[in-house]
Structure formats: structure tokens, C-alpha cells
Nanobody, 116 residues
């Protein structure tokens, strides 16, 4: 599986961005796909994901501001980020999880910078 992320950029606080992650290869092997982020000096954390049944999961600090969605026809997952805050700054990584322990996939990161 290959994951291609895009959509990062520099915005001001309160503005919006939409990230996209296009999956290719054996996408049917993915049980869930989502986004992690890593801020400077911090550990990578799960921001949001959606599983094959459509169930979504969000980091508490982004609930109500971020929305994850998927377009199965395009093998694409989106992360709509509204009301961005400086603390949302970081490198965002697309991630694909499978049912096999230790088998996971990462896309390249896309940088999101939110200025105050």
C-alpha cells in the first residue's frame, strides 16, 4: 500500500485547510486509515481515523473542528481542519492500519503551520 498525502500549508489562526491522502495498491487490506501529527519536540499522536465500517475517532482537542471523511471511489481520505490553532502546527502523516500485527503504512508528511 502506498499513501500520498497533500494539502498542508501556512495559515493564520482561525482559518481552514483540507488534507488529502490517496491510497494505492492493496487498499482492501486496510482496516483503518487516518492522520497522525507530530509537533516539534513532541511525540506523534493520532488526530483522526476512520475504519472500514465508517466509524470515526478523533483526538479530543480537535473534536468539533476537524472532520475526517473518505471517498471510496477515489481511495482518498480527507481531513477538513477548521478553526485552526497554533497548537495544531506540525507534520501530518497519513497512516493505514491492517489486521496484521506490525503491518502498517505511512505516507510522507505534510507540514501544517498555523500562525497566531
Amino acid at each position: 500500500v502506498q499513501l500520498q498525502a497533500s494539502g498542508g500549508g501556512l495559515v493564520q489562526a482561525g482559518e481552514s485547510l483540507r488534507l488529502s491522502c490517496v491510497a494505492s495498491g492493496n487498499v482492501l487490506s486496510l482496516q483503518a486509515i487516518g492522520w497522525y501529527r507530530q509537533a516539534p519536540g513532541k511525540q506523534r499522536e493520532l488526530v483522526a481515523d476512520v475504519n472500514s465500517g465508517g466509524y470515526t475517532n478523533y483526538l479530543d482537542s480537535v473534536k468539533g473542528r476537524f472532520t475526517i471523511s473518505r471517498d471510496n471511489a477515489k481511495n482518498t481520505v480527507y481531513l477538513q481542519m477548521n478553526s485552526l490553532k497554533p497548537e495544531d502546527t506540525g507534520v501530518y502523516y497519513c497512516h493505514g492500519a491492517t489486521s496484521v500485527v506490525g503491518r502498517e503504512y505511512w505516507g510522507q508528511g505534510t507540514l501544517v503551520t498555523v500562525s497566531s
